[in-house]
């Protein structure tokens, strides 16, 4: 057995194995996953230095997001909590990389062409949630003045004559689609305006560090964003700001197992409506500052459909899920962004959950005789609902491609044992 940290790069064959465990305790919550990554990318275009504090350095994904950007010319430090991002030379138009890709290539792509006029990276990786192609990204690059193809398993994308700003209006609210529109606009020609974009949190942090680097960008809410290019932007330090999916993961596996936890630097405005649900099914959540403090006991039904921000996102869903499986009857849930994101319930189901899905609805029966047994993490969400279930499990739970939490959970091994869980990696 060890609990050293997985190979960033590659995957690995180790179990994670849960006891039954009650959470109690303090936990605070790290950078957000779905923020940093951005951030990281965005530094692609300037080279000047980037510092970005409340790092959180345990990611799988950011790891090898430093490894992507180290190819590219840049050096990157991490001490005190921060991750400096220097520029040792100007990038090259091709990410050279053999290791296991991410979903944040698309935007490595972006940035490449923004600012050298081509680009080239492997295809991107990620969750396979169905449905998350590139083609929005696509669209974005082509109505900015790019050419792009696809071949043998890479992208490619250049702009021989340079970005022009123009009017894009995206089929769908995509939230990769409008981050990559913000980070090559914010280096092209003129003024671009991207209608119908996905407005959510790590959207107005990512305008608002692009802002700091010297971008002009304006948001008129759900409607629209306008960006008008800059010739260069500016290096800028700025704070990561904490990651609402951990904070509903400790949220929700103090539901479970009737816990008693506090949970710090809790994003209260960026949960709103998922609060409101998880209050209605029998959640008792306190507010104190940025302070939540949970105290429950078993949850009642859930009914819920996954939407853009405010609403509760697809990540969210695997979780209410697990609290679906804990309750006292059946609980529903849709998933308007990723109809078939229900791989893990055949998972549930070796643990003694019936469910079952119908006209793209999933039916889950609570039930209080979860079982132990041998599962697999199909995604970094549905593995950590799988590990939040094994804590309420009877007997011993095995996740297989446990690796996959750790993609995207700051310390994740580590902050459920100081909740007083019961984990540990088992393996090569």
């Known amino acids: 057995m060890t609990d050293q940290l997985f190979d960033a790069a590659q995957p690995t064959d180790r179990i994670l194995t849960v006891e039954p465990s009650r959470l109690e305790g303090i936990v605070t919550v790290s950078g957000a996953k779905n923020s940093v990554l951005r951030l990281m990318a965005a530094s692609l275009l300037t080279p000047e230095r980037i510092v970005l504090d409340n790092y959180p350095q345990g990611l799988l994904d950011a790891q090898v997001h430093v490894g992507m950007l180290e190819a590219l010319g840049k050096r990157c430090t991490v001490a005190h909590g921060a991750l400096t991002i220097e520029e040792a030379a100007p990038p090259p138009s091709e990410l050279v990389w053999d290791g296991r890709s991410i979903r944040n290539t698309l935007l490595i792509l972006g940035a490449l062409v923004a600012r050298t006029g081509a680009g080239s990276v492997p295809l991107p990786g990620g969750c396979d949630l169905g449905g998350r192609g590139y083609d929005l990204h696509e669209l974005v690059l082509t109505r900015l003045g790019a050419r792009v193809w696809g071949k043998d398993g890479r992208l490619f994308a250049e702009a021989p004559d340079g970005l022009t700003g123009a009017e894009i209006v995206l089929p769908l609210r995509s939230t990769g689609a409008t981050e990559n529109a913000l980070l090559i606009a914010s280096l092209a020609k003129g003024t671009t305006r991207l209608w119908n974009p996905h407005i959510r949190p790590e959207i107005l942090d990512l305008c608002a560090f692009l802002r700091a680097m010297g971008a002009t960008i304006t948001v008129f809410g759900q409607e629209s964003i306008e960006i008008t290019g800059a010739p260069d932007l500016a290096g800028t330090g700025w704070r990561v700001m904490p990651d609402n999916m951990e904070a509903m993961t400790w949220l929700v596996g103090s539901v479970i197992t009737g816990g008693d936890v506090e949970i710090r630097d809790f994003p209260f405005e960026d949960l709103e409506v998922p609060l409101i649900f998880l209050r209605e099914s029998g959640a008792r959540i306190f507010r104190d500052g940025n302070v939540a403090i949970v105290r429950s006991g078993r949850p009642y039904p859930v009914e819920i459909s996954t939407g853009p921000y405010p609403g509760i996102n697809s990540d969210m869903q695997p979780l209410f899920a697990a609290l679906g499986a804990c309750a006292r009857g059946e609980s529903r849930i849709v998933d308007l962004r990723f109809a078939g994101r229900y791989a893990y319930l055949p998972d549930f189901g070796r643990m003694g959950v019936e469910s079952f899905v119908r006209d793209g609805t999933a039916h889950i029966i609570g039930t209080q005789t979860l079982v132990g047994a041998d599962v697999r993490a199909a995604d970094l969400r549905a593995g950590a609902a799988l590990a939040l279930l094994g ?28 909740l007083n869980a019961t984990l540990a990696y088992h393996g090569s």
């Not at 309420?392 to 100081?418: C, H, M, N, V």
């Open 391 to 418: 804590m309420k499990a009877a007997g011993q739970t095995r996740i297989s491609d446990a690796w996959q939490i750790e993609r995207g959970y700051d310390k994740f091994l580590e902050k459920a044992r100081s």
